[in-house]
C-alpha cells in the first residue's frame, strides 16, 4: 500500500508591507515541526507584498 498523506496550509504572518522577523518565522516552523509536520513548500503570491503561505505535510 503506497503512503497516504495530509496537508496543512498556514499563512505566515508579516507585516504590512510582507516583512517578517525572522525568529518569528523560526517558531512557526518548529511550532508544526514538534507536531509531525514536514515544510514542504513555500508560496508567495506576490513576493514582497503578500504573507508567505507554508505547506506541510505527514502522514496520514
Known sequence: MSTQWKYLVVKADTGMWGTFKPEDLQEQLDKHGRLGWE??????????????????KREA
Open 39 to 56: 515544510l514542504v513548500n513555500v508560496v508567495h503570491s506576490m513576493p514582497g507584498y503578500s504573507s508567505p503561505t507554508l505547506i506541510f
